[in-house]
């Protein structure tokens, strides 16, 4: 019964030993429910319990339970967020497309040039149009005449 005490003893510190580090290691914004100071209160002073409230309360969902994981990975999903721990942010980088911050000024870029190409392409119809009504006139005046083009715009 003795030796049985000894490791549960013995396991429980090293939950209190590991929730303690957790706590100093875990990002600030990251943490659930208190301030982290709070919590490192909580789990210093009310070990086993605190522990386990750290665990089940307090530590961020979706991190691994390495010490300290959470500074570098986001409660969303354990994304990193940092970009140079991002495998997406490295093959955009690799590949030369737009960041996701960047993404919408490309959008606006792309509209930009959209409208312009519209804007061109209704010149173009335009000056032909014109044309066609110039050389209509030119017709004419030789006696060719024909059905007349309307210079304006549809």
């Known amino acids: 019964m003795l030796e049985v005490d000894g490791a549960v003893a013995l396991v429980l510190l090293g939950l209190w030993i590991y929730c303690i580090f957790d706590v100093i290691s875990t990002d600030d914004a990251m943490v659930r429910n208190l301030p982290k100071l709070f919590w490192l209160f909580i789990v210093f002073f009310i070990p086993d319990i605190g ?5 089940i309360l307090g530590r961020p969902q979706g991190t691994s339970f390495e010490p300290g994981s959470s500074k570098y990975r986001s409660a969303q999903g354990g994304r ?13 980088l690799r590949t030369g497309s737009p960041a996701p911050e960047d993404a919408e000024a490309a959008a606006a870029e792309k509209r930009r040039l959209a409208e312009w190409n519209e804007d061109l392409k209704r010149r173009e119809a335009e000056m032909r149009r014109k044309e066609q ?11 060719e005449g024909g059905a007349a083009p309307s210079p304006e715009n549809p």
């Open 51 to 55: 522990s386990i409230a750290w665990l």
């Open 80 to 92: 990193p967020s940092r970009p140079d721990d991002d495998p997406e942010f490295l093959a955009r």
């Open 133 to 143: 009504y110039e050389e209509w006139q030119r017709q004419r005046q030789s006696g």
